[in-house]
T-cell receptor
Framework: GNSVTQMEGPVTLSEEAFLTINCTYT??????LFWYVQYPGEGLQLLLK?????DKGSNKGFEATYRKETTSFHLEKGSVQVSDSAVYFC????????????FGTGTSLTVIP | DAMVIQNPRYQVTQFGKPVTLSCSQT?????MYWYQQKSSQAPKLLFH???????NEADTPDNFQSRRPNTSFCFLDIRSPGLGDAAMYLC??????????????FGEGSRLTVL
């Protein structure tokens, strides 16, 4: 079946540090991969996505590359800011399973000045 | 402007007292989803509607029901809330037109407390 395994948190970084949040997936078909972000008190919102192998999604300085050979979609940012403090969810969706979305457990990031 | 609106944002109910959470969308999306999110856990899909077609997850308790009277609105009914049903309930929509899966658009959630 489909599943997402995400790096456990919480993660605490100093401002301008490099961020990596690991995400690996298991899928029966050819899924699309997503990173969602949840800021305190808000709903989830799409951060970036990739729909096929070797695609790179990017937004707000964050990047993730769809690696089929390692079944991974790690999130990276070169220099985090305090405003990046949030919970990050890796997710996949597959047309073979009726476009259902499968989420990882989330990684809480706190950036300190 | 908010595109997926959930009401109420906070709901307190008593053990066993029915509660209804509502979700409306201005995106005209085909698919509407209800997720349950407990602290430090992944959102768990309860059910979704593709237009009027209702799709229940196999492990969703019978205590949870849903209605979608039209494209814009979807309701989550919890018939007899237990303490274990205290959670954040997230509504989401997607186009669902086939092909590459589109993104989910989430509301801000309704936090349910059961006393």
């Amino acid at each position: 079946g489909n599943s997402v395994t995400q790096m456990e948190g919480p993660v605490t970084l100093s401002e301008e540090a490099f961020l990596t949040i690991n995400c690996t997936y298991t899928a029966t078909g050819y899924p699309s991969l997503f990173w969602y972000v949840q800021y305190p008190g808000e709903g989830l919102q799409l951060l970036l996505k990739a729909t096929k192998a070797d695609d790179k999604g990017s937004n707000k300085g964050f990047e993730a590359t769809y690696r089929k050979e390692t079944t991974s979609f790690h999130l990276e940012k070169g220099s985090v800011q305090v405003s990046d403090s949030a919970v990050y969810f890796c997710a996949l969706s597959d047309v073979d399973t009726g476009n259902q979305f499968y989420f990882g457990t989330g990684t809480s990031l706190t950036v300190i000045p | 402007d908010a595109m997926v609106i959930q009401n109420p944002r906070y709901q307190v109910t008593q053990f066993g007292k029915p509660v209804t959470l509502s979700c409306s969308q201005t995106l005209n999306h085909n698919v509407m989803y209800w997720y349950q999110q407990k602290s430090s856990q992944a959102p768990k899909l309860l059910f979704h509607y593709y237009d009027k077609d209702f799709n229940n997850e196999a492990d969703t308790p019978d205590n949870f029901q849903s209605r979608r009277p039209n494209t814009s609105f979807c309701f989550l009914d919890i018939r007899s809330p237990g303490l274990g049903d205290a959670a954040m309930y997230l509504c989401a929509t997607s186009r669902g037109t086939g092909g590459v899966p589109g993104e989910l658009f989430f509301g801000e959630g309704s936090r349910l407390t059961v006393l």
